[in-house]
T-cell receptor, first 115, second 113 residues
């Protein structure tokens, strides 16, 4: 069955340091992949998405993610973390492939930022 | 645009009580969704709708009911609340063209005691 794995439950980084959040998926074909962010007490907001083409995608708030088919990964990165980036981050894949199915979410990675 | 709005923000129910969680979107989206979020478990899809009058079950539909009489509204009904339904509930919507790009409401935190 399709699944999304976020291996890190909680990550703490210092403000200004670089960040990489891991996401692995299981699906035979090329999936449609997303990263969402959830600030405390808020709903989820779409950060970026990958459908096809360039495997390095840019998103909002200075985030980027790289799709690596050989590793079944879609890791989220940011070169310099700001205190306001403290939130929970969810990787998601479209069920059944394509762009029109329901989403399957990973369990999330909580990011804490040290001053 | 207000986007996706949900009411109430918080609610405490006693076991066996019923309630309706309200969700409204003003983006004219055809697709609407209800998720529940439990700590450390990500989001699980309860029900979704592809348009007015059409609903379908998601991954965890037991104990819930939905209806979709208008494009804007997608209420979630809990009958005979149980402690296992203690969770944060999110409503989301998306357009037909970009179904998987979903817009989320702020959530309803429900406690059943």
């Amino acid at each position: 069955a399709q699944s999304v794995t976020q291996p890190d439950i909680h990550i703490t980084v210092s403000e200004g340091a670089s960040l990489e959040l891991r996401c692995n998926y299981s699906y035979g074909a090329t999936p449609y992949l997303f990263w969402y962010v959830q600030s405390p007490g808020q709903g989820l907001q779409l950060l970026l998405k990958y459908f096809s083409g360039d495997t390095l995608v840019q998103g909002i708030k200075g985030f980027e993610a790289e799709f690596k088919r050989s590793q079944s990964s879609f890791n989220l990165r940011k070169p310099s973390v700001h205190w306001s980036d403290a939130a929970e981050y969810f990787c998601a894949v479209v069920l059944g492939g394509g762009s029109q199915g329901n989403l399957i979410f990973g369990k999330g990675t909580k990011l804490s930022v040290k001053p | 645009n207000a986007g996706v709005t949900q009411t109430p923000k918080f609610r405490i129910l006693k076991i066996g009580q019923s309630m309706t969680l309200q969700c409204t979107q003003d983006m004219n989206h055809n697709y609407m969704y209800w998720y529940r979020q439990d700590p450390g478990m990500g989001l699980k899809l309860i029900y979704y709708s592809v348009g007015a009058g059409i609903t379908d079950k998601g991954e965890v539909p037991n104990g819930y009911n939905v209806s979709r009489s208008t494009t804007e509204d997608f209420p979630l009904r809990l009958e005979l609340a149980a402690p296992s339904q203690t969770s944060v509930y999110f409503c989301a919507s998306s357009s037909s063209l970009t179904r998987s790009e979903q817009y989320f409401g702020p959530g309803t935190r429900l406690t059943v005691t």
